[in-house]
């Protein structure tokens, strides 16, 4: 049944993120514009000569005691950093939005806001603590509950409307803003805070995606990436060897376009049109004919056509079938020779997890604002695959108006969204 609102209709109006790449958003960018790489050795904790892995995404320390929301009790109970990380960026998304959420809005205001992984760091810190014969730490569980990431976004910022946490791997940031929108179409808000975090780098966590030969294992001295963390991240490429796991978050405000116009928010894009469906095949593998018809779905609520996209953002995570099954798809949609040019985020930062996909969809409206296509770095042409434009290396000033943005997860859990500034 369609839902009574128009495809133009649904906005966003705010948004911020952190990334390895930086704390604040304007900062972020340059970095992405310039290609810079935010993938090092890793520091969270002390790899030995076993573990597998030793390249990572780390986000620089935020100094959270300079924000309000801070206080010395709370961190010490809310020591999972998807918690405050979270929270700052909701909070900031709110002011980028211009949007204050008081008694008179508080109930119409909804969130979607969750994780991939969640505070498993705070499970593992109680299993250590268990074995060693102390007590978990008291707020062991809300550090580690899923949900308890929009939870404190919600008590953070007043927001009393529809609160759920929806999971989508990799794909849960564009999940949480397609469930936003449909949120907003039935009626239920006005607006919502949408979003996803995750601080994956754990030693367990990266050793397991190791051995399931996801991750970028330790380079060996023939590998580019050897004497040269960032090169380990390296999407498209014919010696692409796995995915960087990183750390993020992102949240977006998403309302309707007469709801920012009576209330003077500004509209920072425009959220066309959503595909969202599943594998059913695989529990890691994407499948071709499902992530097509996905990308079709996303193209066709927008009310376009393929030739109406001028740009793709790819999930490109640098995973070998991964990569190869997308361009696949894209090159079935839109054709061998169009040159439709394709960035790949990951290849700078790394994939962070279920906050991938919100953080991409931030870069790609700023790209259209700006005229601006962010580069895959590290990008070395695999003759195995079809001829692509995967903007080498360095940005391109590039006018543009709708992107695709693609995103995969573990589970065969697909989300494609169209974007536009109007």
Same mark, same amino acid.
């Given at each position: 049944?369609?839902?009574?609102?128009?495809?133009?209709?649904?906005v966003?109006?705010?948004?911020?993120?952190?990334?390895?790449?930086?704390?604040?958003?304007?900062?972020?960018?340059?970095?992405?514009?310039?290609?810079?790489?935010?993938?090092?050795?890793?520091?969270?904790?002390?790899?030995?000569?076993?573990d597998?892995?030793?390249v990572?995404?780390?986000?620089?320390?935020?100094d959270?005691?300079?924000?309000?929301?801070?206080n010395?009790r709370?961190a010490? &109970?809310?020591?999972?950093?998807?918690?405050?990380?979270?929270m700052?960026v909701a @909070?900031?998304?709110?002011?980028?939005?211009?949007?204050?959420?008081?008694?008179?809005?508080?109930?119409?205001?909804?969130?979607?806001?969750s994780?991939?992984i969640g505070?498993l760091?705070a499970?593992?810190r109680?299993?250590?603590?268990? &074995? @060693?014969?102390?007590?978990?730490?008291?707020?062991?569980?809300?550090?580690?509950c899923? &949900?308890l990431?929009?939870?404190?976004v919600?008590?953070?910022?007043?927001?009393?409307?529809?609160?759920?946490?929806?999971?989508?791997?990799?794909?849960t940031?564009?999940?949480?803003v @397609?469930?936003? *929108?449909?949120?907003?179409?039935?009626?239920?808000?006005?607006a919502?805070?949408?979003?996803?975090?995750?601080?994956?780098?754990?030693?367990?966590?990266?050793?397991?995606f190791?051995?399931?030969?996801?991750?970028f294992?330790?380079?060996?001295?023939t590998?580019?990436?050897?004497?040269k963390?960032?090169?380990?991240?390296?999407p498209?490429?014919?010696?692409?060897?796995?995915?960087?796991?990183s750390? =993020?978050?992102?949240?977006?405000?998403?309302?309707?376009?007469?709801?920012a116009?009576?209330?003077?928010?500004?509209?920072r =894009?425009?959220?066309?049109?959503?595909?969202?469906?599943?594998? @059913?095949?695989?529990?890691?593998a994407?499948?071709?004919?499902?992530?097509?018809?996905?990308?079709?779905q996303a193209i066709r609520?927008?009310?376009l056509?393929?030739?109406d996209?001028?740009?793709?953002?790819?999930h490109? *995570?640098?995973?070998s079938?991964?990569?190869?099954?997308?361009?696949?798809?894209?090159?079935?949609?839109f054709?061998?020779?169009? =040159?439709?040019?394709?960035?790949?985020?990951?290849?700078?930062?790394?994939?962070?997890?279920?906050?991938?996909?919100?953080?991409?969809?931030?870069?790609?409206?700023e790209?259209?604002k700006?005229?601006?296509?962010l580069?895959?770095?590290?990008y070395?042409?695999?003759?195995?695959l079809?001829?692509?434009?995967?903007?080498?290396?360095?940005?391109?000033?590039?006018?543009?108006?709708?992107v695709?943005?693609?995103s995969?997860?573990?589970?065969?859990c &697909?989300?494609?969204?169209?974007?536009?500034?109007?």
């Amino acid at each position: 049944m369609a839902l009574p609102i128009s495809h133009r209709d649904i906005v966003i109006v705010g948004y911020d993120m952190v990334s390895p790449l930086g704390q604040d958003l304007q900062s972020q960018w340059r970095a992405f514009e310039a290609g810079e790489s935010g993938v090092d050795h890793v520091r969270r904790y002390d790899p030995q000569e076993a573990d597998p892995v030793c390249v990572a995404g780390e986000v620089p320390a935020v100094d959270f005691s300079i924000y309000d929301f801070w206080n010395e009790r709370d961190a010490a &109970n809310w020591f999972s950093p998807v918690i405050f990380h979270a929270m700052l960026v909701a @909070a900031r998304a709110l002011t980028h939005a211009g949007l204050t959420i008081d008694a008179a809005n508080a109930h119409r205001v909804g969130i979607t806001f969750s994780s991939a992984i969640g505070g498993l760091d705070a499970m593992i810190r109680a299993e250590s603590a268990v &074995n @060693a014969g102390r007590s978990p730490h008291p707020f062991t569980n809300p550090n580690g509950c899923l &949900n308890l990431v929009g939870g404190k976004v919600s008590i953070l910022t007043g927001a009393k409307g529809p609160i759920f946490s929806p999971v989508a791997a990799c794909a849960t940031g564009a999940a949480s803003v @397609a469930c936003a *929108a449909m949120l907003i179409a039935a009626g239920q808000v006005d607006a919502v805070i949408a979003g996803a975090c995750d601080f994956p780098v754990i030693r367990s966590l990266l050793s397991s995606f190791a051995s399931m030969n996801g991750a970028f294992k330790r380079a060996k001295p023939t590998d580019r990436a050897f004497n040269k963390p960032a090169a380990a991240s390296r999407p498209f490429s014919t010696d692409r060897k796995g995915f960087v796991v990183s750390e =993020g978050a992102a949240a977006l405000i998403v309302t309707r376009r007469d709801y920012a116009e009576k209330y003077h928010l500004p509209i920072r =894009g425009v959220l066309r049109g959503v595909g969202m469906n599943a594998d @059913a095949k695989h529990f890691v593998a994407p499948d071709l004919s499902t992530i097509t018809v996905c990308i079709r779905q996303a193209i066709r609520d927008a009310e376009l056509t393929p030739d109406d996209i001028d740009v793709v953002n790819a999930h490109a *995570a640098s995973t070998s079938v991964g990569d190869a099954t997308e361009i696949k798809a894209l090159v079935e949609i839109f054709g061998r020779d169009r =040159g439709l040019p394709i960035s790949a985020n990951k290849s700078q930062i790394g994939h962070t997890m279920g906050a991938s996909s919100a953080i991409e969809l931030i870069l790609a409206l700023e790209g259209i604002k700006r005229d601006t296509l962010l580069p895959t770095i590290n990008y070395v042409p695999d003759d195995r695959l079809p001829t692509i434009d995967p903007v080498p290396d360095v940005s391109r000033s590039f006018g543009h108006a709708t992107v695709l943005s693609n995103s995969f997860g573990f589970g065969g859990c &697909n989300v494609c969204l169209v974007v536009s500034l109007e």
